[in-house]
């Protein structure tokens, strides 16, 4: 059964951080690329950063410069790194992964982003 598990998400002021994790299990995840998304209320979802099998990275425009991701293969997780937030970056953060071969595509349940003026 495959599982992405975020966490990190919290309450936080403008200007300050936060760094999101997501735990995959029941993949073989050093193959596949992995990426964050988040959904504001009454917005869509929207792409906001991935990481490629090969560590390679490509971020939104709204987030470049402050956001970071990473991923430890050895310990099946991919990492947000969120600095300089802005109210703007308040959204549920979802973890994404398509798998290789098969195609589907995993979601997690996602965690509360909440940056306040």
């Known amino acids: 059964q495959v599982q992405l598990v975020e966490s990190g998400g919290g309450l936080v002021q403008a200007g300050g951080s936060l760094r999101l994790s997501c735990v995959t299990s029941?993949?073989?995840?050093?193959?596949?690329?992995v990426g964050w998304y988040r959904q504001a209320p009454g917005k869509q979802r929207e792409w906001v950063a991935g990481?490629?099998?090969?560590?390679?990275?490509n971020y939104a425009d709204s987030v470049k410069g402050r956001f970071t991701i990473s991923r430890v293969n050895a310990k099946n997780t991919v990492y947000l790194e969120m600095n300089s937030l802005k109210p703007d970056d308040t959204a549920v953060y979802y973890c994404?992964?398509?798998?290789?071969?098969?195609?589907?595509?995993?979601w997690g349940r996602g965690t509360q982003v909440t940056v306040s003026s």
């Open positions: 990481i490629t099998s090969g560590g390679r990275t």
């Open positions: 029941g993949i073989v995840f050093s193959i596949n690329d």
């Open positions: 994404n992964t398509r798998t290789v071969g098969t195609g589907r595509e995993y």
